[in-house]
């Protein structure tokens, strides 16, 4: 006889069941269980499986990093997956902002056209800092010590790598870089092939030439 429950990933959270009876019942917490157990479908849940690319299970799993408490443990480890070599960058320390807050959200604007000059690296790296950087504040979960960053994230699991194409940005040589926010640094990606950054973006309103830098975000493992 198998122990289903102590079968790996196999628990209360993910037994099916063959009682179809409460399909119809009006309970939302019912027909979310149902849906989650393949006994119902739902044509919002399908388009969002499909967009993600997530296949039931996968949406199943998202259970565990509650009770396994495994996004606090990925977090915990995340600065063993940054690379410290001779190429890597070390940023060098933010600007201390000294205006508030308020008077920032009313001087923002978005421009099209830049002026041309070169970024200074100090300025980059505030940049990367308050946007993607770690904030040094602590979190426990369950035992475990979670670093927060400085814009919000589910379970603190931060899936997004951040991709840095420098133009013109002094002490920097044009190319992508990724950024390590554990270590605040910039890791060159060598890759061989010619990149044309005018093929990056979608139209022709992107003045690429005179810009210092451009912001990727990327979904991949680490």
Do not use: W
Request: some cysteine.
């Amino acid at each position: 006889m198998v122990e289903y429950e102590l079968k790996g990933l196999f628990n209360q959270n993910t037994l099916s069941t063959s009682d179809i009876s409460n399909n119809n019942n009006y309970n939302n917490q019912q027909l979310f269980d149902h849906i989650i157990r393949g006994n119902a479908n739902s044509e919002m849940l399908t388009y969002l499986l499909n967009m993600n690319h997530q296949r039931l299970n996968d949406f199943k799993s998202m259970h565990q990093y509650n009770y396994g408490n495994f996004a606090s443990l990925m977090n915990s480890v995340e600065q063993y997956n940054e690379i410290e070599n001779d190429e890597t960058i070390l940023l060098p320390k933010p600007l201390r902002i000294k205006n508030k807050l308020q008077q920032v959200l009313k001087k923002r604007k978005s421009v099209r056209n830049y002026i041309g000059l070169s970024c200074d690296l100090r300025e980059l790296s505030t940049i990367l800092m308050y946007s993607f950087g770690i904030s040094g504040r602590k979190e426990n979960f369950g035992g475990i010590v979670a670093s927060m960053r400085y814009y919000a994230s589910g379970g603190a699991l931060y899936p997004i790598s951040v991709i840095i194409y420098i133009n013109k940005v002094d002490g920097l040589k044009k190319g992508l870089y990724l950024y390590q926010p554990m270590y605040h640094s910039l890791l060159p990606l060598n890759i061989k092939t010619q990149i044309d950054i005018n093929k990056l973006f979608v139209g022709s309103n992107i003045d690429v030439k005179n810009s210092s830098f451009f912001v990727f975000y990327l979904n991949f493992p680490h």
